[in-house]
């Protein structure tokens, strides 16, 4: 078996299209260390569809994106655009501090 080496989630947490959305669900997955293969039989979709989410692909419905995510870890807000640069700050604040910690540690 394949190992599964954890990529870092995107920096900016804002999800403006499919790509974005579908590097957190990768980055999410591979931080669990889940090969591909067991993800999508845990999710229960095909390979090719978690492919798909996590490759910003067409042809998945939210539903089973959403599903994905959530099952995942990747939470998504929605944020009036008003407050959205807000929302950014405190979430890469709160972030950035999370990391510093368990650099602390």
């Known amino acids: 078996m394949r190992t599964v080496v954890p990529i ?3 920096d900016d947490p804002m999800v403006e299209d499919a790509l974005a959305l ?3 669900v990768r980055a999410a997955r591979t931080t669990a260390r889940l090969p591909l293969v ?12 978690l492919i798909n989410i996590e490759t910003g692909q067409g042809g998945v419905s939210l539903s089973t994106v959403l599903k994905a ?3 995942l870890g990747v939470s998504l807000f929605a944020v009036p655009s ?5 929302v950014r700050r405190a979430i890469r604040t709160a972030r950035d501090s999370k990391f510093s910690d368990l650099d602390d540690a």
């Open 82 to 86: 008003q407050q959205r640069e807000v």
């Open 38 to 49: 067991e993800a999508a039989e845990a999710l229960g979709m095909s390979r090719q569809t």
């Open 69 to 71: 995510a959530r099952a």
């Open 22 to 24: 579908g590097a957190a």
């Open 8 to 10: 870092d989630p995107p």
